[in-house]
Nanobody, 118 residues
Framework: QVQLVESGGGLVQAGGSLRLSCAAT????????MGWYRQAPGKQRELVAS?????????EDSVKGRFTISRHNARDTVTVYLQMNSLNSEDTAAYYC????WGRGDYWGQGTQVTVAS
Protein backbone atom coordinates (compact mmCIF):
# COMPACT_ATOMS: atom_id res chain seq x y z
CA GLN A 1 0.00 0.00 0.00
CA VAL A 2 0.89 3.65 -0.42
CA GLN A 3 0.12 6.36 2.10
CA LEU A 4 -0.22 9.97 0.96
CA VAL A 5 -0.03 12.90 3.36
CA GLU A 6 -0.65 16.41 2.09
CA SER A 7 0.30 19.75 3.57
CA GLY A 8 0.56 23.39 2.60
CA GLY A 9 -3.00 24.55 2.10
CA GLY A 10 -4.42 27.66 3.67
CA LEU A 11 -5.86 31.10 3.11
CA VAL A 12 -4.16 33.45 0.67
CA GLN A 13 -5.02 36.77 -0.95
CA ALA A 14 -5.74 36.88 -4.66
CA GLY A 15 -2.51 37.15 -6.59
CA GLY A 16 -0.60 35.30 -3.92
CA SER A 17 1.18 31.95 -3.91
CA LEU A 18 1.04 28.65 -2.05
CA ARG A 19 3.00 25.44 -2.31
CA LEU A 20 1.32 22.13 -1.63
CA SER A 21 3.31 19.05 -0.68
CA CYS A 22 2.35 15.39 -0.74
CA ALA A 23 4.60 12.78 0.83
CA ALA A 24 4.14 9.21 -0.30
CA THR A 25 5.36 6.34 1.86
CA UNK A 26 4.91 2.59 1.88
CA UNK A 27 5.25 0.69 -1.39
CA UNK A 28 6.84 3.62 -3.17
CA UNK A 29 8.57 1.33 -5.65
CA UNK A 30 5.16 0.78 -7.24
CA UNK A 31 4.32 4.47 -7.69
CA UNK A 32 3.61 5.54 -11.26
CA UNK A 33 1.88 8.80 -12.19
CA MET A 34 1.27 11.28 -9.39
CA GLY A 35 -1.10 14.18 -9.59
CA TRP A 36 -3.12 16.86 -7.89
CA TYR A 37 -6.88 17.07 -8.18
CA ARG A 38 -9.20 19.70 -6.78
CA GLN A 39 -12.87 19.87 -5.94
CA ALA A 40 -14.80 23.06 -5.34
CA PRO A 41 -18.20 23.01 -3.61
CA GLY A 42 -20.89 21.79 -5.98
CA LYS A 43 -18.40 20.84 -8.66
CA GLN A 44 -16.82 17.62 -9.81
CA ARG A 45 -13.30 16.71 -8.87
CA GLU A 46 -10.92 17.71 -11.63
CA LEU A 47 -7.32 16.92 -12.47
CA VAL A 48 -5.13 19.98 -12.04
CA ALA A 49 -1.67 18.63 -12.83
CA SER A 50 0.14 15.33 -13.18
CA UNK A 51 3.72 14.11 -13.40
CA UNK A 52 5.13 10.83 -14.62
CA UNK A 53 8.10 8.95 -13.13
CA UNK A 54 10.35 10.50 -15.78
CA UNK A 55 8.89 13.92 -14.95
CA UNK A 56 6.70 14.56 -17.92
CA UNK A 57 4.01 16.99 -16.79
CA UNK A 58 0.50 17.93 -17.83
CA UNK A 59 -1.78 20.74 -16.66
CA GLU A 60 -5.40 21.70 -16.77
CA ASP A 61 -5.81 24.69 -19.09
CA SER A 62 -6.81 27.23 -16.45
CA VAL A 63 -3.62 26.68 -14.42
CA LYS A 64 -1.08 26.56 -17.24
CA GLY A 65 1.62 29.15 -16.66
CA ARG A 66 0.60 29.60 -13.01
CA PHE A 67 1.01 26.17 -11.41
CA THR A 68 4.08 23.93 -11.47
CA ILE A 69 4.14 20.30 -10.42
CA SER A 70 7.39 18.64 -9.42
CA ARG A 71 8.51 15.40 -7.90
CA HIS A 72 11.36 14.38 -5.62
CA ASN A 73 12.40 10.79 -5.02
CA ALA A 74 14.18 9.84 -1.81
CA ARG A 75 15.06 6.42 -0.46
CA ASP A 76 11.87 5.95 1.56
CA THR A 77 9.62 8.73 0.27
CA VAL A 78 8.36 10.22 -2.93
CA THR A 79 7.21 13.80 -2.58
CA VAL A 80 5.17 15.69 -5.14
CA TYR A 81 4.79 19.44 -4.98
CA LEU A 82 2.36 21.87 -6.51
CA GLN A 83 3.62 25.44 -6.67
CA MET A 84 0.65 27.72 -7.22
CA ASN A 85 1.20 31.34 -8.25
CA SER A 86 -1.14 34.15 -9.23
CA LEU A 87 -3.98 32.53 -7.34
CA ASN A 88 -7.52 33.71 -7.91
CA SER A 89 -10.90 32.92 -6.41
CA GLU A 90 -11.51 30.21 -9.02
CA ASP A 91 -8.67 28.23 -7.47
CA THR A 92 -10.50 27.91 -4.15
CA ALA A 93 -11.08 24.21 -3.56
CA ALA A 94 -10.04 21.17 -1.63
CA TYR A 95 -6.87 19.81 -3.25
CA TYR A 96 -6.15 16.09 -3.27
CA CYS A 97 -2.96 14.24 -4.01
CA UNK A 98 -3.35 11.09 -6.07
CA UNK A 99 -1.09 8.35 -7.31
CA UNK A 100 -1.45 5.41 -9.61
CA UNK A 101 0.72 2.37 -9.12
CA TRP A 102 1.99 -0.57 -11.08
CA GLY A 103 -0.54 -3.26 -10.28
CA ARG A 104 -1.42 -2.08 -6.77
CA GLY A 105 -4.35 0.20 -7.42
CA ASP A 106 -4.47 3.93 -6.89
CA TYR A 107 -4.46 6.06 -3.77
CA TRP A 108 -5.73 9.42 -2.52
CA GLY A 109 -4.57 11.79 0.14
CA GLN A 110 -6.93 13.23 2.72
CA GLY A 111 -7.13 16.62 1.01
CA THR A 112 -6.01 20.10 1.93
CA GLN A 113 -8.10 23.24 1.63
CA VAL A 114 -6.98 26.21 -0.43
CA THR A 115 -8.99 29.38 -0.04
CA VAL A 116 -8.23 32.47 -2.12
CA ALA A 117 -9.67 35.71 -0.78
CA SER A 118 -10.52 38.33 -3.37
Amino acid sequence: QVQLVESGGGLVQAGGSLRLSCAATGSIFSINVMGWYRQAPGKQRELVASITPDRNTAYEDSVKGRFTISRHNARDTVTVYLQMNSLNSEDTAAYYCHTTTWGRGDYWGQGTQVTVAS
